[in-house]
T-cell receptor, first 111, second 115 residues
Framework: QKEVEQNSGPLSVPEGAIASLNCTYS??????FFWYRQYSGKSPELIMS????GDKEDGRFTAQLNKASQYVSLLIRDSQPSDSATYLC???????????FGPGTRLSVLP | DGGITQSPKYLFRKEGQNVTLSCEQN?????MYWYRQDPGQGLRLIYY???????QKGDIAEGYSVSREKKESFPLTVTSAQKNPTAFYLC??????????????FGPGTRLLVL
């Protein structure tokens, strides 16, 4: 059974701080990794994807992947109240059809 | 204006009733997916389809059925056999389930409630 785990939170950070969200996965054969943001009552929207070990930056967001340790993280710099949402980690095995989603981490950015 | 549409936004089901949720995409994506999300939980895969006239069961297919007669449409029927259907239903699509093309994009969702 492929599993993806995330700390459910809530994770509270002050405005302007760095928020760090973590995700671990069980399937060592996983190939691609995704972070989605989901506002309450809305559908998930893609933040970024990462395929290779190391860091990938996109604006205020940085995804970090370590396949040896089987974790992927998302850093949000200069956090804003509008970043308050649930962040879902998704893992795809061997570019197959199935994403496995974690339960999500609820982030609260305090003004 | 490309995207994924789902209708209705809210759907009410009576005991023993089958209901159908609509999902349409004009992104020319080959693959389409249906997920269920329960409060405070992640997404669970119900069914997926990689090409027209073909679909596969996901992790929680019991009590659900789908069809894929057109590339742009992937309706989901929640049958009376699904005893706990109250949830947020999300449809997604991807270009193709292959390297670099498997990113899934989501529609706005349908919230199903039981009367």
């Amino acid at each position: 059974q492929k599993e993806v785990e995330q700390n459910s939170g809530p994770l509270s950070v002050p405005e302007g701080a760095i928020a760090s969200l973590n995700c671990t996965y069980s399937d060592r054969g996983s190939q691609s990794f995704f972070w989605y943001r989901q506002y309450s009552g809305k559908s998930p929207e893609l933040i970024m994807s990462i395929y290779s070990n190391g860091d990938k930056e996109d604006g205020r967001f940085t995804a970090q992947l370590n396949k040896a340790s089987q974790y992927v993280s998302l850093l949000i710099r200069d956090s804003q109240p509008s970043d308050s949402a649930t962040y879902l980690c998704a893992v795809n095995h061997n570019y197959g059809q199935n994403f496995v989603f974690g339960p999500g981490t609820r982030l609260s950015v305090l003004p | 204006d490309g995207g994924i549409t789902q209708s209705p936004k809210y759907l009410f089901r009576k005991e023993g009733q089958n209901v159908t949720l609509s999902c349409e995409q004009n992104l020319n994506h080959d693959a389409m997916y249906w997920y269920r999300q329960d409060p405070g939980q992640g997404l669970r895969l119900i069914y997926y389809s990689q090409i027209v006239n073909d679909f596969q069961k996901g992790d929680i297919a019991e009590g659900y059925s789908v069809s894929r007669e057109k590339k742009e449409s992937f309706p989901l029927t929640v049958t009376s056999a699904q005893k706990n259907p109250t949830a947020f239903y999300l449809c997604a699509s991807s270009i193709f389930p292959g390297p670099g093309q498997e990113t899934q994009y989501f529609g706005p969702g349908t919230r199903l409630l039981v009367l």
